[in-house]
Nanobody, 116 residues
Framework: QVQLVESGGGLVQPGGSLRLSCAAS????????MGWYRQAPGKQRELVAT???????YYADSVKGRFTISSDNAKNTVYLQMNSLKPEDTAVYYC??????????WGQGTQVTVSS
């Protein structure tokens, strides 16, 4: 089992920044990737960014150049630095854990609201 706990969400004005954190615990000794998804009201959950155990990263086109995913292996934590936030970034952000092929575990989600 893997437990994921997100933090760092909140209300921010357009153009502002937030950093999300995802602390992992449990059976995390071997995995393929961790990542961030988001779900806005009335929309499907969408991939935001991923980072592999080898530190390769992937970003959705909508966040490229604005968001940065990183990891601190000593703390078993993955971060999502979000800059130049837009109202369309408003969503619940979920941290995910991929053991091999599938996203097997999810955090509880953290709300990000971008509004003036």
């Amino acid at each position: 089992q893997v437990q994921l706990v997100e933090s760092g969400g909140g209300l921010v004005q357009p153009g502002g920044s937030l950093r999300l954190s995802c602390a992992a615990s449990g059976s995390i000794f071997r995995f393929n990737a961790m990542g961030w998804y988001r779900q806005a009201p009335g929309k499907q959950r969408e991939l935001v960014a991923t980072i592999t155990s080898g530190s390769s990263t992937y970003y959705a086109d909508s966040v490229k150049g604005r968001f940065t995913i990183s990891s601190d292996n000593a703390k078993n934590t993955v971060y999502l630095q979000m800059n130049s936030l837009k109202p369309e970034d408003t969503a619940v952000y979920y941290c995910g854990f991929k053991r091999v092929l599938n996203w097997d575990y999810w955090g509880q989600g953290t709300q990000v609201t971008v509004s003036s």
